[in-house]
């Protein structure tokens, strides 16, 4: 189970200047968003919940629009855009050749290339690109928070860290579902998201996110969990 298809959040509850508690309750909660958020920052937050979920991104089509903030299903961009999109496709090309960018199916032609998304922003990140704080937001909690298994082929037996690894996995993405399809259970009557709505939610369906399996994370473990990542998102008031 890939981490990178299991994180994904929606942080439209954090005060302002106009807070959601003080919006006019006849208000939508579109509405309410725009009344914290700026427009640009809710476009971009968006987007990079719904591409932080995929498992990897084609390197030309999608990894190199996505480091700009272009929506690749779209695609839409002036034409200063769409030459520095290109001259860094370019540059990513020789650093797939020197190594210094890893690819996942090297073999195939440069257009089919794919990438994970955390070697991507790695590579940009030595690179010196300048990436949307909102793509740097959800990659530093990938790093920061869901450490990977590392030489897990060479051990034959999986231990518990590595279970409880797979749990935690199962925890993100079982908030993500429920942030797409359940998004007003998981908040309070304020609009906030609120991270012990979304465990208890998880806990009372844990079956379809565990099958047969016992959870090994706790209701509190849960909640620190998804409130971690809503507090290291978190814009700076």
């Known amino acids: ?24 309750a006849e208000m939508t909660m579109s509405e309410r968003e725009r009344n914290v958020y700026d427009e640009d920052h809710l476009r971009l937050q968006k987007l990079y919940e719904k591409w932080i979920c995929k498992d990897n ?21 002036g034409d200063d855009v769409s030459d520095k999109t290109e001259e860094l496709w370019k540059h990513a090309q020789e650093c797939v050749h020197k190594k210094l960018l890893s690819v996942v199916n090297l073999d195939n032609s440069a257009d089919k290339w794919e990438v994970l998304p955390i070697d991507l922003y790695r590579w940009a ?8 704080d909102e793509f740097s937001a959800l990659i530093a909690f990938v790093i920061q928070t869901i450490k990977p298994v590392q030489n897990s082929h060479i051990h034959t037996e999986v231990g518990l860290d590595a279970v409880l690894q797979k749990h935690r996995e199962v925890v993100m993405g079982a908030a993500t579902s429920l942030l797409v399809n359940a998004s007003e259970q998981c908040k309070n009557d304020k609009g906030k998201v609120v991270a012990i ?3 208890r939610l998880i806990i009372e369906n844990k079956q379809e996110w ?14 620190k969990l998804i409130d971690d990542y809503i507090k290291l998102t978190s814009p700076i008031i």
């Open 57 to 77: 991104w084609l390197l030309q089509q999608e990894g190199i629009p996505l480091l700009f903030g272009i929506n690749p299903d779209t695609n839409e961009s």
């Open 125 to 132: 990140m030595v690179s010196r690109i300048s990436v949307p």
């Open 210 to 223: 565990f099958g047969e399996d016992k959870a090994l994370l706790d209701e509190s473990d849960m909640t």
């Open 1 to 24: 189970m890939n981490i990178i298809n299991k994180i994904k959040t929606s942080l439209f509850g954090i005060d302002k200047e106009v807070s959601v508690a003080e919006a006019p």
């Open 197 to 199: 709505n979304i465990s």
